[in-house]
T-cell receptor, first 111, second 111 residues
Framework: NAGVTQTPKFRVLKTGQSMTLLCAQD?????MYWYRQDPGMGLRLIHY???????AKGEVPDGYNVSRLKKQNFLLGLESAAPSQTSVYFC??????????FGQGTRLTVV | SQQGEEDPQALSIQEGENATMNCSYK?????LQWYRQNSGRGLVHLIL???NEREKHSGRLRVTLDTSKKSSSLLITASRAADTASYFC???????????WGAGTKLIIKP
């Protein structure tokens, strides 16, 4: 039982390149979230999903796209990476008004 | 936008002392949660307190909630070096399935 698994853990991209981050859960939670965390800051919500086939924008959605084709997977895509997207990305899962479970993060550097 | 605001932003105390962190929020909530983040890692849930509760304990943790003042406090008693981490409060936004995060309190326990 891995809980929430994020891949990759580290990535360096050149400006303009694209990539996809994968969040996989084995806890059968309905809600899945993608956050970014910049140094010394809290979490900012990028996109989220309240169920298979649904997605919604969070606080900072520009430059990112998401898909949730299967309940257990939530994909975050960067179509054309920019240095401003250098950050640590966290995936989280939750059901209802209970605790959230987090992945270990993906450290992305865009040069 | 971030609803929760932690205070202080940073706290440095001697091992064995108690640490108190505060969180203020802006709107009505169903519950408030506290999380810990060790450097560079994912967030780990500590405790959840519902809006109809005033105090909750879990081991060395004590959380209070004052809905009239829209504030919460987290007390860690008999601190240990392993408590060194950042602590975040999160409130639910029942209208759109999101947790609203503060910027965190960085706690350093000096041996």
């Amino acid at each position: 039982n891995a809980g929430v698994t994020q891949t990759p853990k580290f990535r360096v991209l050149k400006t303009g390149q694209s990539m996809t981050l994968l969040c996989a859960q084995d806890m059968n939670h309905e809600y899945m979230y993608w956050y970014r965390q910049d140094p010394g800051m809290g979490l900012r919500l990028i996109h989220y999903s309240v169920g298979e086939g649904t997605t919604a924008k969070g606080e900072v959605p520009d430059g990112y796209n998401v898909s949730r084709l299967k309940k257990q997977n939530f994909l975050l895509g960067l179509e054309s990476a920019a240095p401003s997207q250098t950050s640590v990305y966290f995936c989280a899962i939750q059901t209802g008004d209970t605790e959230a479970f987090f992945g270990q993060g993906t450290r992305l550097t865009v040069v | 936008s971030q609803q929760g605001e932690e205070d202080p932003q940073a706290l440095s105390i001697q091992e064995g002392e108690n640490a108190t962190m505060n969180c203020s929020y802006k709107t009505s909530i169903n519950n408030l949660q506290w999380y810990r983040q060790n450097s560079g890692r994912g967030l780990v849930h500590l405790i959840l307190i519902r809006s109809n509760e005033r105090e909750k304990h879990s081991g060395r943790l004590r959380v209070t909630l004052d809905t009239s003042k829209k504030s919460s406090s987290l007390l860690i008693t008999a601190s240990r070096a392993a408590d060194t981490a950042s602590y975040f409060c999160a409130t639910d936004d029942s209208s759109n399935y999101q947790l609203i995060w503060g910027a965190g309190t960085k706690l350093i326990i000096k041996p």
